[in-house]
T-cell receptor, first 111, second 115 residues
Framework: RKEVEQDPGPFNVPEGATVAFNCTYSNSASQSFFWYRQDCRKEPKLLMSVYSSGNEDGRFTAQLNRASQYISLLIRDSKLSDSATYLCVVIRMDSSYKLIFGSGTRLLVRP | DGGITQSPKYLFRKEGQNVTLSCEQNLNHDAMYWYRQDPGQGLRLIYYSQIVNDFQKGDIAEGYSVSREKKESFPLTVTSAQKNPTAFYLC??????????????FGSGTRLTVV
């Protein structure tokens, strides 16, 4: 079983739609959580950190459920420019602080 | 501007050849990481270094080697022992005394293809 699991998609939605991505992680010692965005053939870029209380950044809302080991990302009012792959990432809390990546969920926003 | 420079952007390797991918940073970050990404997959950790002259194996280190002689540089050598080296290679950095919520900084990557 992968340490971080995501639905690969693709999610194909119209502009203006609300879309939600889910992610589960298996290592209960994981302490830090992130969503990264990766455009085709580019490097990942940090979209937002995920806090226990949930957090919002404009149209993006991230939630964390530690009991269920579950992370979510909600995108409201989707734009064409939101089309990308969204990577769920956790930090393995040992001395390395390694990022552990999910395989990503692809989002396609159509006009 | 501070950042991470990976070179070359594209690299072609013949069977049995060793090649070295460059990663240079002027962010004054302490930790540096090498990841590999295969199509449709997440990134997997090859090697990492948290201080100069020290580095550790990641999850898929076989067939790779690294050095960390300077804080700014963390080159990755893909050896002939790596049987399936075609992939997208990403270098990342992290400042040790910065909160983890800031995440990591990635270079723009090197695409390696075996011909």
């Amino acid at each position: 079983r992968k340490e971080v699991e995501q639905d690969p998609g693709p999610f194909n939605v119209p502009e203006g739609a609300t879309v939600a991505f889910n992610c589960t992680y298996s290592n209960s010692a994981s302490q830090s959580f992130f969503w990264y965005r990766q455009d085709c053939r580019k490097e990942p870029k940090l979209l937002m950190s995920v806090y226990s209380s949930g957090n919002e950044d404009g149209r993006f809302t991230a939630q964390l459920n530690r009991a269920s080991q579950y992370i979510s990302l909600l995108i409201r009012d989707s734009k064409l420019s939101d089309s990308a792959t969204y990577l769920c990432v956790v930090i393995r809390m040992d001395s390395s602080y390694k990022l552990i990546f999910g395989s990503g969920t692809r989002l396609l926003v159509r006009p | 501007d501070g950042g991470i420079t990976q070179s070359p952007k594209y690299l072609f390797r013949k069977e049995g050849q060793n090649v070295t991918l460059s990663c240079e940073q002027n962010l004054n970050h302490d930790a540096m990481y090498w990841y590999r990404q295969d199509p449709g997959q997440g990134l997997r950790l090859i090697y990492y270094s948290q201080i100069v002259n020290d580095f550790q194996k990641g999850d898929i280190a076989e067939g790779y080697s690294v050095s960390r002689e300077k804080k700014e540089s963390f080159p990755l050598t893909v050896t002939s022992a790596q049987k399936n080296p075609t992939a997208f290679y990403l270098c990342a950095t992290r400042k040790a005394d910065r909160g983890l919520r800031y995440g990591y900084t990635f270079g723009s990557g090197t695409r390696l293809t075996v011909v």
